[in-house]
Antibody, heavy 123, light 110 residues
Framework: QVKLVESGGGVVQPGGSLRLSCAASGFIFSSYGMHWVRQAPGKGLEWVAF????????YYEDSVKGRFTISRDNSKNTLYLQMDSLRAEDTAVFYC????????????????WGQGTQVTVSS | QSALTQPPSASGSPGQSVTISCTGSSSDIGAYDYVSWYQHHPGKAPKLVIYDVSRRPSGVPNHFSAYKSGNTASLTVSGLQAEDEADYYC??????????FGGGTKLTVL
């Protein structure tokens, strides 16, 4: 079965950096686009970033563009999110999510989700 | 891209039907048929229950149904069961390689 396990969350000061990882198994990782979605405390879900199955294109939510970088290593079945210049408003649970459709060219649907990793930005 | 608008709460008794609305604009729901719905039990991973406006992924029970009209999408949960109590989020493609979510609706089974 599909399994997505996030890691790398923690507490970081404003302006700091964190790198999240997501280990994927149970499906052909290199065939699917992947997303990061977050949920701030007491708030709803927010799409953060998408990467195509072959890593050829990446797309970002406006508030993270230029600060976050999504990437993947298909040889290791692993998705990453490099987060720089972190702000208090980035505090959230970050979910690694598999897209629904094979080789999706754009971010449409969020099929399988990991359990999430907590990121707290605080001094 | 602005978030989609959902009512903060909805409720119904076991066996009843409840409909949750999701209002967007001509730039998202009104422009594309890439509307989806997610069920989220707090502390657990969210679950896709509807995609392509009204299609159910394999394994999702048929008491979930959905449609859209103009800039508004709707999710109906029929034959309410205790396990349907959860937060529900709508989502739509919004063009320019962006996706927007609704603020979420807390469904309570009375």
């Amino acid at each position: 079965q599909v399994k997505l396990v996030e890691s790398g969350g923690g507490v970081v000061q404003p302006g700091g950096s964190l790198r999240l990882s997501c280990a994927a198994s149970g499906f052909i990782f290199s065939s699917y686009g992947m997303h990061w979605v977050r949920q701030a405390p007491g708030k709803g879900l927010e799409w953060v970033a998408f990467i195509r199955s072959d890593g050829s294109d990446t797309y970002y939510e406006d508030s993270v563009k230029g600060r976050f970088t999504i990437s993947r290593d298909n040889s290791k079945n692993t998705l990453y999110l490099q987060m720089d210049s972190l702000r208090a408003e980035d505090t959230a649970v970050f979910y690694c999510v598999k897209d629904l459709k094979v080789a999706a060219s754009q971010p449409y649907y969020f099929h399988y989700w990991g359990q999430g990793t907590q990121v707290t930005v605080s001094s | 891209q602005s978030a989609l608008t959902q009512p903060p709460s909805a409720s119904g008794s076991p066996g009843q039907s409840v409909t949750i609305s999701c209002t967007g604009s001509s730039s998202d729901i009104g422009a594309y048929d890439y509307v989806s719905w997610y069920q989220h039990h707090p502390g657990k991973a969210p679950k896709l229950v509807i995609y392509d406006v009204s299609r159910r992924p394999s394994g999702v029970p048929n008491h979930f149904s959905a449609y859209k009209s103009g800039n508004t999408a709707s999710l109906t949960v029929s034959g309410l069961q205790a396990e349907d109590e959860a937060d529900y989020y709508c989502s739509s493609y919004a063009g320019s390689n962006h996706v927007v979510f609704g603020g979420g609706t807390k469904l309570t089974v009375l």
